[in-house]
């Protein structure tokens, strides 16, 4: 067995709520940019969009539909300019009495928004739920002024600058491989190729990495150990179970983005 968390993961899946009434191919156009976005980091996607059409929402300030939902978790906002210019408002929640007594923000009234690149709202959303950045930071970027008001306008759409077709496969990813899965060896031939030099080493074998869209290589190993998953069960593995460090190939068949069920 080859164990894959990326391939197994739960998806997270963002709300947009839409302002206006658009087309079925308007939709679709936007499904299609944000699935781009949720590759943009792996060949396996890890965010989704569920599109809601709430006709009170129409004609209704980030603010209102802020304070009217319930659910805490940031929300999209797709408005008439969305087909036009690409872009969409990505909308947390409002200003902290902190963030005001330290001049981010005018007032507990302002909702932190910003306005994305449909394909930038995955990975940016990712970096703002573990504070890796901020969305304050990222108006800094469009020329939001400090304090941030309640009313704003952002004539530039704010984008990540990540490529989304030539970083998909940039990143690697950590496979768990049981006894029989992968070669093992200590061939001087083979270890000298290796920098630093290891005693072992080991690789996926080559027709399970094709069939699995990795690129098989001669690569150091760790431990496996039991995994921790997101409902809180644990995962073991055979003993002599090892990790490996596999890079994705570009060239594999990859599944394209799915629609959540339900979503417009």
């Not at 206006?20 to 976005?37: M, N, P, S």
């Amino acid at each position: 067995m080859v164990y894959n968390p990326e391939q197994t993961q739960e998806k997270e899946q963002l709300t947009a709520f839409l302002t206006v009434k658009l087309t079925h191919e308007q939709l679709d156009a936007i499904q299609y940019a944000f699935g781009k976005g949720s590759f943009s980091q792996s060949p396996s996607m890890f965010t989704v969009l569920f599109i809601i059409d709430r006709p009170e929402y129409h004609g209704r300030s980030h603010a209102d539909i802020r304070r009217a939902e319930t659910n805490e978790k940031p929300f999209l906002v797709i408005d008439e300019k969305t087909p036009i210019d690409g872009g969409i408002w990505y909308v947390d929640n409002f200003a902290s009495e902190e963030e005001v007594e330290d001049g981010e923000a005018e007032s507990t009234n302002v909702v932190w928004k910003i306005r994305i690149k449909i394909e930038d709202v995955p990975v940016l959303h990712a970096n703002y739920d573990i504070a890796n950045r901020s969305i304050r930071e990222d108006l800094d970027s469009v020329g939001v002024d400090y304090p941030c008001p309640e009313e704003f306008e952002q004539d530039e759409v704010y984008t990540s600058g990540l490529d989304t077709d030539e970083d998909r496969f940039l990143a690697p990813t950590w496979v768990t491989v049981e006894p029989g899965e992968y070669d093992e060896t200590t061939d001087e031939e083979i270890l000298k190729t290796c920098s630093p030099r290891f005693e072992k080493v080991y690789r996926l074998k080559p027709n399970i990495a094709k069939d699995l869209g990795f690129i098989s290589r001669w690569i150091p190993a760790g431990t496996a150990r039991p995994l921790t998953l997101s409902d809180g069960t644990t995962k073991t593995f055979a003993e002599g179970s090892v990790v490996l460090q596999m890079d994705y190939d570009p060239k594999a068949a990859w599944a394209g983005y799915q629609r959540p069920e339900g979503s417009l």
